[in-house]
């Protein structure tokens, strides 16, 4: 029982790890990219956190990394000046939003 359980707290602290190292990866990278042509628009109100944002992002990320090149994806917030700049400037734009209800 005491291999199991120090098996299960090694995996576990394994699984938190890669989490925040992608987290932190991903913060770096996808963030702030004023004038890329994939962007994520994230209406901030929401009940998800923005680390699963963040993360279930990676694929649409590492498409635009491969057809667009470095700094070809962002994740920004919802408003009128990101609104009106990724209408302007992108070529592919997804705007995340998820009800009220969670």
């Known amino acids: 029982m005491g291999l199991l359980r120090r098996k299960l707290q090694i995996f576990i602290l394994v699984v938190v790890s890669v989490l925040a190292m992608l987290t932190v990866f991903c ?43 470095e700094r070809s994806f962002a994740i920004v917030p919802a408003n009128s000046q990101t609104m009106r700049l990724a209408f302007k400037d992108a070529e592919f734009i997804v705007v995340g939003a998820h009800g009220s209800g969670g």
């Open 27 to 69: 913060d770096q990278y996808f963030f702030n990219v004023e004038h890329a042509p994939v962007r994520l628009i994230m209406i901030e109100k929401t009940s998800i956190p923005q680390f699963t944002v963040t993360i279930s992002s990676i694929p649409l990320a590492l498409a635009a990394l491969y057809k667009y090149g």
